[in-house]
Nanobody, 124 residues
């Protein structure tokens, strides 16, 4: 089992920045892909970004490319999402997730473990 816990959400004005953190514990593996997803009220859960633990391979949704950066600290079992130039449409609950297959997928169904989520609200 893998436990994930997000932090760093909050209220920010449009154009501002936030950094989300995800702490992973339990039976983590260097093969796992770590991802960030988000879900706005009334909408489906949406892929944001993903990164492999063992190599610096990343993948981003088109809507966040150039604004968001995913990174990880293997020694601390932490994954981060730096969000810059935030827009009101980025408002959502952000979730950290882990995928055992290591495929950098964008489908939430492919991810095996999930955190509880952290709210990000961007005001206009």
């Amino acid at each position: 089992q893998v436990q994930l816990g997000e932090s760093g959400g909050g209220l920010v004005q449009a154009g501002g920045s936030l950094r989300l953190s995800c702490a992973a514990s339990g039976r983590t593996s260097s093969r796992y892909v770590m991802g960030w997803f988000r879900q706005a009220p009334g909408k489906e859960r949406q892929f944001v970004a993903a990164i492999r633990w063992s190599v610096s391979s990343t993948r981003y949704a088109d809507s966040v490319k150039g604004r968001f950066t995913i990174s990880r600290d293997n020694a601390k079992n932490m994954v981060y999402l730096q969000m810059n130039s935030l827009k009101p449409e980025d408002t959502a609950v952000y979730y950290c997730a882990a995928d055992r297959t290591g495929l950098l997928g964008t489908n939430p169904a492919a991810y095996d473990y999930w955190g509880q989520g952290t709210q990000v609200t961007v005001s206009s």
